[in-house]
């Protein structure tokens, strides 16, 4: 048997192309910048991810220029450093949000924008922008993000002067929400990720294939995606006998089936949902992300299954006897999880 | 709107029997048992899966015969304890395996069988039954298994005397490898769950839905499946701008394409694959699940890529300019993952 690089083929016919296709026919006007998305360009560094060199967990920076100089963020004032095309590689916590929640492990932080002529409240929507779409993207590569806090943020979590930096965390998932002053913000959970994770390697994207690493640690890199199960999900797929209540695949494996019970309305704060088979579904992965990430969303009166992109129909949910699935976390998934203003940012 | 229950619809058609069929199709004889599979029947008591009442971890035992009593294994020889039906739900770890491979945290865990006449080495291959068939349905389904240590196991980490509760494990992967005796032997990857976890309730397959939890923590349950990211992976999910490989989906959601990196020889111990783009793929979930639990490989020589239960063609393996591909991992996963012997099982 023949080994060696394989040749690359022509069989490859870029799927970037017909996503862009997609929006056109949405309505939107696409703009394909000069370089490829996700690679630096010249009007702007490129992103580096990870710990940087010579400033561990703890360091100490006078002020914002330092915290610049020293790589950790991009920007002397804006709070998410990075690019929608690359990711958001850090962010300042400092106090300028009232909805940004902080428990040293776990912070729920606010979008940037939303504040005209350089008030300190929300006066209209944010959108899902710059910095924002720069922090989905990082949630939905499983990038990691510097979080360094100012001495204006939350008391006992942050420094008594100057900015600290406080290790990698991940972005766990966004939603939208309204703020106290009325208008939409997005609001991102955050994670922290163990220092001792083997991710500490600063990188950053380029053009060309980097060089990796031949023997890894086995927990290598950062998490992207984690299923869970429970007695309650497991009870779900053996009902299905782990067939998808969406696309109906049954993905079988030489050991069995393989699927995933997905919580419709999200376990754990900020959204609480239950782990009750009234709140879960049997999906396989694609689904189970397409639903989690709102690409997907049911009719809570018709379990119709809708793409919220194009709004036209996937299918109907299918539902076994003895499935008491609960409309009302239906209805909570379409309000908070798969309602993104994305397709008129200003609304 | 209305809320409430969904009164269940007959839109759904049970995914076993298209699988039973297919299995039919290939040759083999499949009989329904009476019960529905996973549900306790009259011939055995249901599987319980967690820690048990009044046994934290560290209890200890004179012998097999009180570790049954207290509920944490169900048999006083066998080392495996739990049904294919519902999964494994514990393991004894007493030097009976000279395959065994025992960390602590990680365990490489011999299969049973594969030993006429009472024999203690391997005299011919061990079949993907019975508790090997238990502990593979844990791994697909994310199980917790009780480890109980014997005086017999790994120094250092056995009790002196006796039997000892180790606490909770989950099947990682697992594979199959000629023993050093010769014959194939069945080997499960076994890591460690943190004790602070909330599965810690203990839960059985029942044909009632459980009760389930109205507000559970965020990280609850058992893991069922981590995806990861890397410099490198990010990179070759850029290259082919979030498009599978494998199906040419891809799955636009309202912040960006979701795909994932897939390592074709695995990373870490035993397999210890490269994280390099040579060894990765751009793939969708569905793909990424199926390539892991080795139910498609490709060909080494033709990159057609084939279902391993049917040996039809899936499709052709995508490939893009500048992706420098090495055929020896596409060589070893069809080798040692997708080479399991289960239809001609004695093989």
Known sequence: MQHGRIPSNDQFSGGLNAIVKRFEDLGFAVER???TAGRPTSTGKPSIFGHIPDYPVGSLFDDRMAVKSAGLHRHEVDEISGRPSDGA??????????EDFDEGDYVLYTGQGGRKNGATHQTEDQTLTRGNLALVKSETDGLPVRVIRGHRGAEGLSPASGYRYDGLYRVERHFHQRSTDGPFIYRFELRHIEDDDPSVKPFSVTDEPPDGDEAPARAHGTTQRIV????????????YDGRCQICGVSLLTPTGVYS?????????????????????????PNCHVLLDKGAIRVDP????????LTGSEVGVLRL???HPLDAKFIDYHSTHIADQPMRQPGA
Chains 1, 2 share one sequence.
């Open 89 to 98: 590689d850090a962010i300042v916590l400092n106090g300028g949000y009232r």
């Open 33 to 35: 910048k000069a370089s």
């Open 320 to 322: 076994a006897a003895g």
């Open 301 to 308: 009166e018709t379990f119709m299954v809708l793409d919220v």
């Open 228 to 239: 869970r199960n429970t007695q309650v999900t497991q009870w779900v797929k053996d009902l």
């Open 260 to 284: 995933e019970g997905a919580h419709v309305r999200p376990l754990g704060r900020p959204h609480d949902g239950a782990d009750m088979v009234s709140n879960v579904l049997c999906l396989c």
